[in-house]
Each structure stands twice: as C-alpha cells, then as structure tokens.
C-alpha cells in the first residue's frame, strides 16, 4: 500500500503518464528511435545489451553500432546482427577503424542516425523491456520537454554471485520525480552534487535538441563526456524526470569508470580529480561563450572550483608534523586561551564530524526548532519519501523474487517495477471495491475464501500491516495463499507519524524487529524468516518531518543502526 498524500493535480498527471506508457502501437505515426551503441571492447556484454533492444515492447527502432576502433569478438558479433537485421541494424567505424573516443563515436551515430528521438544505451548496460514504450509515451504527451530520464540501477548482481545483490542501489535523482525540470535546476543541482549524474541508458532524447547543442564535445573522450552534453541540454531545455527504472547500468572492474578510478584519475564520491576539473574548466568558458547569466549556475560553478583552488595541504603540515605533539599542545592551548567557549565548539564540531556532542546549550536546531513538521505529506510534495527509499532498495535486492503469479496490495507498482517480465499474472488486493485496479476486493485478517489457497509465488505487501488490526490472521492468510516455496516480501513501519488520510482511522500499530519475529513465527518456520531493519537517528528524524529522500545524502541513508527502526522488512518463505 503506498501513500496517496501527493496532490491530487500530481496524482491525476502521473496516471495519465502511466497510461500513455502502455504504447498503443495502432497510433498512425509511431515515431522513430535511434539507439545510439558506441562501442571498445566491450566482449561478451554487448550481445545482452542488443538483445535487450531486440526485447523491447515499443518496435519502431533502429539500432547503430558504431565502432571505436574495437580489437576483440565484439566487432564481429556487431557485425552478424548488422548482416542478419538489414532493416534495424547499422554498423559503423571511423576511418581505418580508429580509436576516436567516446564522444566522437557517439557522434557518428548520431550523424547517422534517422530518428526523431535519440536512446543512449552503452555496450555494457542493459534495458528493460518497457524502457521505450515508456519514454518514447512521456516525450509523446509533453512536446514542450526535450529529454526524458529516469533512475538507474546500478547493477551489481549481473554476476549471479548473491553476495553481490545487496550492492543494487538505484541512482539519485535529487528532484521531485514525474515533473518537468526548467534549465538551470538540474545543472546547478549537479554541480552541488546534490544529484547524481543520469546513466545515460536513462535518457531519451529529441534528435533536434541534440543538433541544436551540437552533440557531444570530442575533446572528451572518455570521463565527464556524459556531463559535458547534459550540461549543454540542461542549460537550454526541460527536461521530465520519471520516478521508475528502466535500465542497468552494469558494474564491472573493465568500464571506463572503474579503470579511470584505479588510475586516480576519477572519484566517484566527489573528491578532488582531474577529470571533474576539466570537465569544470570547459563548464566556466562555455557559460561564458553562450553568455549564460544565470547567478545560480555561476554561484554553484564557482564553489565546485574552489575545491581546487586551496594550498597543498600535504605541503603545509610538513613543517608542523615535524613539531608533532608539541606543537598539537601549544595549538589547543593557544585557542583556549584567545577564543570564546561557542567558537571553540564550532571548531571542534568541525574537526570531529559527527563524532562532536555539543554541549547543554549548543546543539542548533536550525529549521527543525519547531513542534510542527516542514511536511506532513510523507516527503511526497518535496521528493521521494524517505521510508519508500528503503522499501525500494530492499525490494531491489530482492527483485528476484517477485516472479509467476504476484499478489501486491493496493496497485500494481511494485510488481511490474521490480518484477518486470517475470510476473505471468498480477493480481491487486484491496479491502474495498472502489479500488478500479483491484482484481481481488478482501480482507487478508478474515480469511478470505476469495483469496484462493496456494496461489501465489510472491506476495508483495508494503506498509499495510499496521492497518491490520488482527495482525496474527493477517499472517496466516498470507502463509495460506502462498504456493509451497512461495515467498511474502513484507515492510512494517516501525518509527512514524499516522497518516492524515482515509487511512488514518485504520492505523493500528508501529512494530520493532523483536515483535515482527515473535509474530511471523507463529506461523513460518524460524529458518525461513530474514527480519531487518533500516533507518537511523538522521533518515529517521527527516521522516518525520516529512523531508524527502534527495534531501539526504545517500551514505547518509544507507547508515544502518538497528536502534532506529524506520522500516523494517521481512522476507517469509512458505515451506515446499
């Protein structure tokens, strides 16, 4: 069950969306997409990304294999689709199968290319099958916007290796999803780092905007060539920010990204490099040279340089290194003597992180000094909820198993965004018949005869335990329509505020993962149990002040201290 608190405009324009995602492919006109795939020895992962475009659902495409000097099979494998598929598939190569780069590569594909929309989708990464129906319906409906993106998977579990699968985490988008984003917003949120950076297999774009920018700058050619054409689109167009994934954006020790890190040539987590200063650099002469005036862009270019711009810190301790001790003594002893008490606690504060407790009197509240929340609309009218980031990352790592027949409550989200393809049947659950997506109107604490028994390989039920409030029958009709090896993906709340909304007159209980065993217990066997829990001091405080996931940094999110129960989750799995 997700929160209905969003506005109801909101609410009405994300269905319409939605519906227009089902692509219906009688339109007279579908336009054309060209899927722009540059290539380098990418091995064995290009065949899976060609297949995934051969898998789409939307059919008016055409596939451009360009070439960037490869030396291994990938070549010959581009070149038997491109022999087998005359009418979709193109390859290309620079003269005398030159190494030109990344972005001069893209470009050839885009010179060549035939269609109104442009897809991006790199040799190594993945689509899923609706990824074009979907945007190729959102830049359909909204003429007025340029590009279309989504967040990203970063995928991790590709290896099969179930170690892996809790690497899985879905990139940023640091705005509202489902709305279009006016220029300058997304550059100067990146340049904050406040966003992470769209995969470009994310993006969908008009072929004339594109033109328009000039393509992608060949100077760079392999990092930061992402940024450095997005910055060029974000400064002149809008641009719909979707709340699904649609891709995979592969992780593997060969990409271009992780060679660049070994080589201390790119850090991912925002530290100090020389490709994010160049890719600054070029930023400060093209605002110049396009006469951009924006004060926020400016604003934010100038702090992203200054990080560069400081003394060789290695340089300056040296002479103090040499001092050691004595001079770490004289210095405590000189600030305690110089300055006042509050400064000094800001210093430390500092210096220590968040390891400081400031003492009686100190701590600044800042916004949060209020006995009312910023939000009571669970972080929707801000973001994305903070609670739905932890629900969708347990429900990403555990993807796999939502397949065959699915039983989700309240729509149908979840089960088509994590399951995809491996659900052969959904069904949605609701208590009452004014649910026009419910195929099954009951109540999981009466025990339904409705429900049929052994039905289910997956049973997604996301915040709606609490609405229970015969909670025990509520487990044991879940136990009894799961098929044998079936398997319930389950979220309680464990700290939170009670909706505002119909919902709240339903609002029975807050859990702890102490409780949630004793109860799954009394019906699933102990080893097929896996309770966790999610949150800590910081997500858990912005929850309830109704902040939005973006609104965090995403170390900050993934903290874990199991004495803060934001959400906890249950993975229950009916005996064979």
């Keep these: 069950m997700t929160h209905d608190l969003a506005s109801p405009e909101l609410v009405i324009r994300a269905k319409q969306l939605e519906q227009q995602a089902i692509f219906d492919k009688t339109m007279s006109n579908p336009p054309l997409v060209s899927v722009i795939m540059p290539f380098l020895n990418p091995g064995k992962y290009i065949k899976a990304a060609i297949e995934s475009v051969f898998a789409q659902t939307y059919e008016n495409w055409e596939l451009l294999l360009i070439d960037d000097g490869s030396t291994d099979i990938s070549t010959q494998i581009a070149l038997n689709y491109a022999e087998h598929y005359p009418n979709q598939v193109r390859y290309l190569e620079h003269e005398g199968h030159q190494n030109r780069g990344a972005s001069a590569t893209r470009n050839l594909g885009i010179f060549k290319a035939q269609g109104d929309y442009l897809a991006l989708l790199d040799a190594d990464d993945i689509w899923l099958t609706q990824k074009l129906a979907k945007q190729v319906a959102i830049l359909t409906a909204l003429p007025e916007v340029a590009m279309v993106y989504n967040s990203t998977l970063m995928w991790y579990s590709w290896t099969g290796n179930p170690q892996d699968i809790q690497y899985d985490r879905q990139r940023q988008l640091g705005v509202r999803p489902n709305s279009s984003i006016e220029p300058p917003t997304l550059l ?10 769209p995969g470009t297999c994310s993006i969908l774009v008009r072929r004339e905007i594109v033109n328009e920018v000039g393509g992608f700058e060949e100077s760079f050619r392999a990092m930061y060539d992402d940024q450095v054409f997005l910055a060029k689109i974000w400064l002149k167009a809008s641009v719909f920010v979707e709340s699904g994934y649609w891709d995979r954006y592969r992780q593997h020790p060969t990409s271009t990204c992780h060679v660049a890190e070994a080589m201390g040539e790119y850090n ?57 001790k004595f ?35 100190e701590v600044q509240f800042g916004n949060l000094r209020r006995t009312t929340p910023i939000s009571r609309n669970f972080g929707y009218d801000r973001g994305s909820p903070v609670d739905r980031y932890y629900i969708e990352r347990f429900l990403t790592l555990q993807a796999a198993h939502i397949q065959g027949r699915v039983l989700e409550v309240g729509d149908r989200d979840y089960t088509l965004k994590f399951g995809g393809d491996r659900v052969t049947h959904s069904d949605v659950l609701h208590i009452t018949d004014d649910n026009p997506e419910a195929t099954i109107v009951a109540d999981l604490a009466a025990n339904p005869t409705s429900i049929p028994s052994d039905a289910f390989d997956c049973i997604v039920l996301t915040q709606t335990m609490q609405m229970i409030y015969d909670v025990r029958a509520a487990v044991q009709t879940v136990y009894r329509i799961l098929k044998p090896g079936g398997v319930a993906l389950v979220t309680l709340p464990g700290v939170s505020y009670v909706s505002v909304d119909r919902w709240k007159d339903y609002w029975h209980w807050a859990f702890t993962t102490l409780s949630t065993a004793k ?40 903290y874990q201290d199991p004495n803060y129960l934001l959400i906890i989750t249950v993975i229950a799995i009916k005996p064979e």
């Design 188 to 197: 100067t949120l990146l340049l904050k780092n406040e966003a992470e950076t």
């Design 268 to 324: 991912p987590l925002g530290q100090p490099n020389s490709s994010h200063l160049a890719f600054l650099k070029w930023l400060e002469q093209y605002l110049v040279t396009q006469n951009i005036q924006e004060q926020e862009v400016w604003d934010a270019l100038k702090a992203a340089l200054a990080a560069y711009q400081q003394p060789d810190s290695s340089e300056i301790s040296k002479p103090f290194l040499q001092s050691g």
């Design 327 to 361: 001079m770490n003594q004289t210095f405590k002893s000189i600030v305690k003597q110089i300055l006042p008490a509050a400064f000094q606690n800001k210093l430390r504060a500092q210096w220590q992180g968040s390891q400081y407790c400031p003492p009686p009197g």
């Design 519 to 558: 109860l799954f217990e009394e019906v699933f066997p102990q080893q097929n149990l896996q309770i966790e829990s999610y949150g800590n001091v910081l997500s858990t405080t912005a929850f309830l002040q109704g902040m939005a996931a973006e609104e965090l940094q995403v170390s900050e999110l993934d």
